[in-house]
Every structure is written in C-alpha cells, then in structure tokens.
C-alpha cells in the first residue's frame, strides 16, 4: 500500500440522493469540487442502494479516489469495496447523525468538507466486522436497532437528529434488560444489560459515547451498558453527551482482535445504525484495512 499522504487529484463522486440532504447536496457539492481544483472523473447522484453499490465497486477500480455522499448507513455500505485497496474513500456528511465523519474528525458543513476531500491527507484506519460485514465506525445492540426498526424515515428526514432522539424516547419506553455472553477466547464473561455499543469509532446516534474507541487500535471495543432499569441507561446517554465525571459508572468494557456475543433473548443488531443481522455474532477488526479522507494536522 502507498505510503505518500497526499490525497489524489482525480476522483468519481457518488451520492446518495435519498439520504437526509443528498438530493440537494449533489449538484453544489460537483461544483464546490470542481472549484477547487478536483478533477471528477465521473458523478453520480443515485436512489437505488442496489446501484449504489454497483457504482462504487466500479469506481474503486477506476479511481484513486472515490467520494461517498450520504448518512452513516451509506457510507457503511459503500467501505466494504475499499478494503485493502489504495483508492481512497472521502466521505461527505449527508445524513442525519454523521457518526463516522465525527469518528474521522470531519467538519459537517459540505463547503468545510469538500475542503478536506481538496486539501487534507490520506490515513490508513482499522475496519469493524460482524459476521464478514464490514464497518467504520459502530454497532449497537439494545435500543439502537428498536429505532432503527420503528423510525419514520421523514421524520428523520424533516427533524434530523431532534426527530430521531423524540423517537428514541418513545422508544425506550418499551425497553427490556438481556443477558449478554462475551467470549474473548480467554475467558467468557456474562452480564445483564440495557445496551451493547461495538465501538471502532465511538460515536452513536451523533454523540460520542465510546472515548477510548479509536479508528487506528487494531482492537474492537465492547462497551456494555450493566443496568436493568431504562433510567439507568437514559442516564448513561446524558451523561455521556454531557460528559459528566460519573459518566463510566455501569458499565463493562471488553476489547480484542476478536470475540463473540451471545445474547438471550435473540437480539437484533444494527451496523452503522441499519439493522445487520441477530445474535449470536463474531466481531473481529481488520487493522489497517481502509485509506481515508481527513483533515490535514496543519489546518
């Protein structure tokens, strides 16, 4: 793999137009680009998941460098075709929480963002896996998949984060506990909880709440929320967004190259905040798998 930081000047650009702002975004987000001294081999705002991911296979092979618009479930989508390639994957931050992009130190706004895909470095980084599929920054068990599973995509899309928090705490209402079975191939440990988080980076929902999940490790983060009570684990949020002093208390970190997770009840988990799969469930890393896009340490 190349070791010169410097991100290409030639890429393809690739949207998703039904993520929160990928339609409007696309035509400015071309322009900006090009503006700024990137030559776009090609550029593509597209509805269909199925050609989305049609189109960035493609472009992997043809580009040293292919710019992804859209929301955490896109982008989750679409790093799977970069691994262990040196096409660079630059991302745009088009969705509702952009939790990969904050995992990545990306700014937010498009104009700052095409700014870093203009000017900004290339950085090897560490891939998350479950059961093969392949993740940047997260996974959750527990009340992140009851959102996922019930959100009303407009109100995703009219609220952005407001409207998906609301829905959260309708949701946590019908919260139950599960036991949890962690085996590090050491030793098997065994817990109640109210949240599983399968951190490579540590943001979910837009907040970080794993601070020592970083993108580079060569290890996953399993950060268990202990608690039975749906008090206890509105309070890990809070305290965690707000970064309060107690905001550790309650729960169990394990960590490694590889582990299992058993749950009872069956649980479903979502990667990247789309629902993936159920337990039981192999999450590995792959370290060094992925060239990404980010901001220059002189800027």
Avoid: C, Q
């Avoid at 998941?49 to 580009?63: C, E, G, T, Y």
């Avoid at 050491?186 to 399968?198: D, F, L």
Wanted: no cysteine; net charge positive.
């Amino acid at each position: 793999m190349t070791k010169d930081r410097t991100l290409p000047r030639k890429a393809i650009l690739i949207v998703n137009a039904k993520s929160r702002s990928g339609a409007d975004a696309f035509d400015k987000a071309e322009t900006l680009l090009e503006d700024a001294g990137v030559e776009l081999l090609d550029a593509r705002a597209i509805k269909s998941p199925h050609r989305l991911k049609d189109a960035v296979k493609a472009a992997v092979r043809k580009a040293p460098m292919v710019i992804v618009g859209g929301g955490d479930g896109t982008l989750s989508t679409a790093i799977d075709f970069f691994k262990d390639k040196d096409t660079v994957f630059a991302v745009l931050p088009l969705g509702t929480a952009n939790s990969f992009a904050r995992a990545l130190g990306l700014p937010l706004t498009l104009e700052e963002a095409v700014a870093v895909v203009a000017s900004g470095v290339r950085r090897r980084i560490d891939l998350g896996s479950i059961n093969g599929d392949y993740f940047g920054n997260s996974a959750a068990i527990g009340l992140s998949p009851m959102i996922a599973r019930s959100v009303p995509h407009g109100l995703k899309r009219v609220l952005g984060r407001v409207g998906y928090l609301l829905w959260a705490a309708r949701v946590a209402a019908g919260f139950k506990p599960f036991r949890v079975m962690i085996d590090d191939g050491k030793a098997r440990s065994e817990v109640w909880a109210s949240e599983v988080r399968i951190a490579n980076g540590g943001y979910f929902g837009g907040v970080e709440l794993v601070e020592d999940a970083e993108l580079g490790s060569g290890e996953i983060i399993v950060d268990i929320v202990a608690t039975k009570t749906r008090r206890n684990l509105v309070g890990s949020w809070i305290s965690s967004a707000l970064r309060l002093r107690n905001r550790a208390e309650g729960r169990i970190e394990f960590r490694g190259r590889k582990l299992r997770i058993e749950t009872d009840p069956v649980m479903d988990v979502t990667i990247d905040g789309e629902l993936s799969t159920k337990t039981p469930i192999e999450v590995s890393v792959a370290a060094k798998a992925v060239d990404v896009a980010i901001p220059s340490p002189r800027a």
